[in-house]
């Protein structure tokens, strides 16, 4: 079974994705290479993240990892190391063997970083390999229901009215939640403040008990505590709306005409993992994220399971840091 990162129960740290450190000195074609991709894996793989637990980056990686564990027989570790919006993570990733047994788990603030921060200590293209995106999550505006806005534009006009006193929640400075309320901030012209949180349940739970007004949560979190009556939701952020929630009108349409957000999550592995093995892990995860309970479980919360090739996963990568770099120059987002 899956253990969390902070527990005893830790995998090696040796890298990223072949079947033992020594094979990442040999090249992919090399005698025996096949034999090693054939094994893996025989040891247990670690999944870092970036965030708390009860995220959807987080979530993601469980899900994975159970139905890895269950077809493999290798425990899946879930690292949790929560800080600076999933920088930490990366860098350890970055860092690692590629050997097979070390994987990144990212949100879309995996592109957020380098539009927003001067200098990474890392290459957000060059020192990873994509293996497959898993789900897509929209994101829903949800507020406290103390502050008494039941609309995208009374909640605009509130902090109109009230210049630098609404607070918002983020998942840490740098994430999708930040980058995606700067830019409704951005497009609404108002001026609130930005609370970062380690992680999405705590800037959820926050915005629940009111130290906050309001958070762009993914959907997939939030859902329960809409349909509890806890947060009331304002507005979701895709061009349309989504089928779990019919009666919550989209962002664009309901105050802020434009706005769309849309959060991918996936899997990641250190630059240099040989081929054969990225093939491996993208062909079980792949086949994890078509299983029809798999897919069951996320259409549920609003999510759907998006597979995609190494290439097509490098190729979003890429083009998402190019049009995140542009709306953070002209709305003037950076990292303080």
Not at 177 to 200: D, N, Q, R, W
């Amino acid at each position: 079974m899956m253990h969390n990162g902070n527990g005893t129960a830790r995998a090696p740290r040796c890298g990223a994705l072949l079947a033992g450190c020594a094979i990442a000195l040999a090249a992919p074609n090399a005698p025996g290479a096949s034999d090693e991709v054939a094994r893996y894996p025989d040891k247990p793989i670690r999944i870092v993240v970036g965030f708390t637990a009860g995220s959807v980056v987080d979530v993601s990686a469980r899900v994975v990892g159970q139905k890895m564990f269950e077809r493999w027989k290798q425990q899946v570790v879930i690292d949790n190391r929560p800080s600076a919006g999933g920088i930490i993570a990366a860098q350890i990733v970055a860092g690692a063997n590629p050997d097979g047994y070390t994987l990144l788990s990212v949100s879309a603030s995996h592109a957020v970083a380098p539009a927003i921060y001067a200098k990474l200590p890392y290459d957000t293209v060059k020192d990873f390999a994509g293996i497959t995106t898993t789900v897509n999550s929209p994101a829903v505006l949800v507020v406290n229901r103390a502050i008494g806005v039941k609309s995208v534009k009374e909640l605009i006009a509130l902090a109109k009215s009230k210049p630098g006193q609404l607070n918002f929640a983020s998942a840490g400075m740098g994430s999708a939640t930040h980058f995606s309320a700067e830019l409704f901030k951005s497009m609404a012209g108002i001026e609130v403040v930005h609370v970062p949180y380690k992680g999405i349940p705590e800037a959820l739970t926050d915005t629940m008990t009111g130290r906050v007004q309001y958070f762009l949560s993914p959907m997939a979190i939030a859902l329960p505590f809409i349909k509890e009556g806890k947060v009331l939701a304002l507005g979701v952020s895709p061009a349309r709306r989504v089928s779990v929630l019919p009666d919550v009108p989209t962002i664009a349409e309901a105050g802020l005409p434009g706005y769309r957000w849309d959060t991918w999550f996936g899997l990641l592995a250190p630059a240099k993992t040989p081929r054969p093995l990225i093939n491996k892990l993208n062909g079980e995860i792949t086949r994890i994220l078509n299983l029809p309970d798999v897919r069951e479980r996320w259409t549920a919360l609003g999510t759907e399971p998006i597979p995609s090739t190494p290439a097509g996963f490098d190729k979003l990568v890429a083009s998402q840091i190019e049009v995140l770099t542009k709306l953070a120059r002209a709305a003037n987002i950076k990292a303080n």
